[in-house]
Every structure is written in structure tokens, then in C-alpha cells.
């Protein structure tokens, strides 16, 4: 044996970044009191709050790599680094694959500035998933207000607003079409009904195809005028 000589295993290698081996990583925040080199499991578990069998999962993802100091699996700074780069992206609820795509895309990257765009990049598209995804929730509690509505009775008090003309407002809708009716501009209506102010606009386009508007203000009116609302 040679005396004091700690035997390191690789278990998985990150893929080998071009020119002098010097990849980037995007710019995130990383955990406050980072302990020295190397770092046991437990400790970058703790650092993230997540379990060592995540890291593990992680590992078998090719999205992150331990090392071994005898029978110890720790870290480097650089996993620490890694690993907030792989957490900022779970917590928006981005999938494994797109992940594994960005750390691909990101051993290429030869600057900073080419990294935090390619973070940005797929920053933007989940962006996109999650609009996508509300627009859909809004449809579908629409759906399920009209379904709701017919099978109620006359004697409760309906979902829907029915107008004089046959218009069919949800509450969503409603909700909506009051705070325009006070001066609401959009982007205040999508903060106080919790929305991405691209739902509030899609929420607002329905209330103006409804009423057969071709703006916001010719909307308030028609509603004004059809009791909808007060004036």
C-alpha cells in the first residue's frame, strides 16, 4: 500500500467539454454555507433537502457524478454547482429529458454569456408548457361550471350568469369582466385573479368574443348596458 493514499473512483463522468476541459455553468444561487471539499452525501443532500436516493437517480441520469474516498461517496464544488443548476430546474417542474438536453447543450458552451442563455432558453419554453397548461385548466373549469349549471335546479343559485341577449358568463368570466368594468387595466386583473397575464388576456378575449366586442372598453360597455355589470 502507499501509506496515506486514499483511493478515488469516478463513478460517472460528465461528458467531456470542448477545447481545454473548461465548461460553464449558468449563473444560479447556490446554497448559503457550502462546506469545504470534499462533501459527503449527506451533507449535499442536506444542502439541497433532497434524499441521497434523488442523488442517486440523478447519477443514473448522467446528470451528476460522486466520487468515492474509500468506501465514502462525496462531492466537489463543481457538483454543488451543478447539482443548483439541476434543482433550479425540478423546482419550475421541468422534465428529466429537457434537463438531460440542457446539460448536453451545456458542455458545449464556451462563455458564460452562452450559458445563462441556454438556461434562459429552456427557462422560456417550460415558460411556454406552464401558459399552455393554464390556458387548458381555464377551459376546463369552464366546461365544468356549464356541466355543473344544467344540473342544478331552479331553486339554487347558478354557476353562470345568464344575460337578457342569452350570454353565458362563468364567475371566472364575471370576476373578470367587474374589474375591468372598475379600470382594471389587464395586467392588474391577472395579479388579482392569480393568473400569467397571458391567461387574463385569453380570459378577456372569451368575455369580448361573448359579447361580440372588438376591444376591452366596448365590452365594459355592452355589459353595462346588459346589466352584466354595474355601471
Same mark, same amino acid.
Given at each position: 500500500?502507499d501509506?496515506?493514499?486514499?483511493?478515488?473512483?469516478?463513478?460517472?463522468?460528465?461528458p467531456?467539454?470542448?477545447?481545454?476541459?473548461?465548461?460553464?455553468l449558468?449563473?444560479?444561487?447556490?446554497?448559503?454555507?457550502?462546506?469545504?471539499?470534499?462533501?459527503?452525501?449527506?451533507?449535499?443532500?442536506?444542502?439541497?433537502?433532497?434524499?441521497?436516493?434523488?442523488?442517486?437517480?440523478?447519477?443514473?441520469?448522467?446528470?451528476?457524478?460522486?466520487?468515492?474516498?474509500?468506501?465514502?461517496r462525496?462531492?466537489?464544488?463543481?457538483?454543488?454547482?451543478?447539482? $443548483?443548476?439541476?434543482?433550479?430546474?425540478?423546482?419550475?417542474?421541468?422534465?428529466?429529458?429537457?434537463?438531460?438536453?440542457?446539460?448536453?447543450?451545456?458542455?458545449?458552451?464556451?462563455?458564460?454569456?452562452?450559458?445563462?442563455?441556454?438556461l434562459?432558453?429552456?427557462?422560456?419554453?417550460?415558460?411556454?408548457?406552464?401558459?399552455?397548461?393554464?390556458?387548458?385548466?381555464?377551459?376546463?373549469?369552464?366546461?365544468?361550471?356549464?356541466?355543473?349549471?344544467?344540473?342544478?335546479?331552479?331553486?339554487?343559485?347558478?354557476?353562470?350568469?345568464?344575460?337578457?341577449?342569452g350570454?353565458?358568463?362563468?364567475?371566472?368570466?364575471?370576476?373578470?369582466?367587474?374589474?375591468?368594468?372598475?379600470?382594471?387595466?389587464?395586467?392588474?386583473v391577472?395579479?388579482?385573479?392569480?393568473?400569467?397575464?397571458?391567461? $387574463?388576456?385569453?380570459?378577456?378575449?372569451?368575455?369580448?368574443?361573448?359579447?361580440?366586442?372588438?376591444?376591452?372598453?366596448?365590452?365594459?360597455?355592452? $355589459?353595462?348596458?346588459?346589466?352584466?355589470? $354595474?355601471?
Open positions: 500500500m501509506g496515506h493514499r486514499e483511493s478515488i473512483e469516478l463513478i460517472a463522468d460528465y467531456p467539454p470542448p477545447g481545454s476541459g473548461q465548461s460553464f449558468p449563473s444560479v444561487p447556490l446554497p448559503e454555507d457550502v462546506p469545504s471539499e470534499p462533501v459527503g452525501i449527506s451533507d449535499m443532500a442536506n444542502l439541497f433537502g433532497v434524499t441521497h436516493r434523488t442523488l442517486h437517480f440523478y447519477e443514473e441520469k448522467n446528470l451528476l457524478s460522486a466520487s468515492r474516498i474509500g468506501l465514502m462525496v462531492y466537489y464544488h463543481r457538483d454543488i454547482a451543478r447539482m $443548483a443548476v439541476i434543482n433550479t430546474c425540478r423546482e419550475t417542474g421541468m422534465p428529466v429529458a429537457a434537463i438531460q438536453d440542457l446539460m448536453a447543450d451545456l458542455a458545449e458552451a464556451v462563455t458564460q454569456a452562452e450559458a445563462d442563455r441556454l434562459n432558453d429552456a427557462l422560456e419554453a417550460r415558460k411556454r408548457e406552464l401558459v399552455s397548461a393554464q390556458s387548458l385548466i381555464l377551459r376546463q373549469m369552464q366546461q365544468i361550471n356549464a356541466l355543473m349549471t344544467r344540473e342544478r335546479t331552479e331553486e339554487e343559485e347558478p354557476v353562470t350568469r345568464l344575460a337578457p341577449h350570454i353565458e358568463l362563468s364567475d371566472m368570466e364575471h370576476h373578470c369582466l367587474s374589474l375591468m368594468a372598475e379600470g382594471y387595466t389587464q395586467l392588474r391577472a395579479r388579482n385573479m392569480h393568473l400569467t397575464p397571458e391567461a $387574463a388576456q385569453a380570459l378577456e378575449q372569451s368575455i369580448m368574443r361573448k359579447l361580440k366586442a372588438t376591444n376591452r372598453f366596448q365590452a365594459v360597455a355592452k $355589459a353595462v348596458l346588459l346589466g352584466l355589470v $354595474a355601471s
